[in-house]
């Protein structure tokens, strides 16, 4: 089976959301995490 690449945008409690999400899902882990100024990406 192909892996999946899931992106999830939040404005608030995204922490709980990547546990919840991690917990749920057999052998998943998060990779990466890039957080967003007002001023944009980067």
Known sequence: MPAITPSLWFDNDLEEAMAHYTAIFPNSSI???????DAGPG
């Open 31 to 37: 990779e990466t995490i890039e957080r967003y100024t």
